[in-house]
């Protein structure tokens, strides 16, 4: 019997909720998330930049494994700029979809 109370009490809906106004500082630290996302574009768009000059330097040079590089580089900077691009969607998403879950 003993196994039983602990799976209800597993069970139990402790009712945690996501709180906006809980706690102090929680404007400045959209503020800081906001800033670090914007920093991390800005070092996505450099990445890319350099990333297409080695593709092109290599592609001219003949040097095929600087061209495959550059070409990982263009890519991985895309993806990172797609994932920065959607995070708050993103986590959106998966919050709105882990709130369903009963």
Partial sequence: MHVFDTVVQLAY????TPNEGGLPGLSV???VMGSINLFGIIAVVGS???SAGV???GHHSGGHQAEANGKKGVLVSAGAALLLGAA???VTFFSALGSQVR
């Fill in 29 to 31: 630290l959209k503020k």
């Fill in 48 to 50: 890319m930049a350099m």
């Fill in 88 to 90: 708050n969607g993103i």
């Fill in 13 to 16: 809906d402790p009712g945690v």
């Fill in 55 to 57: 593709w092109a330097w």
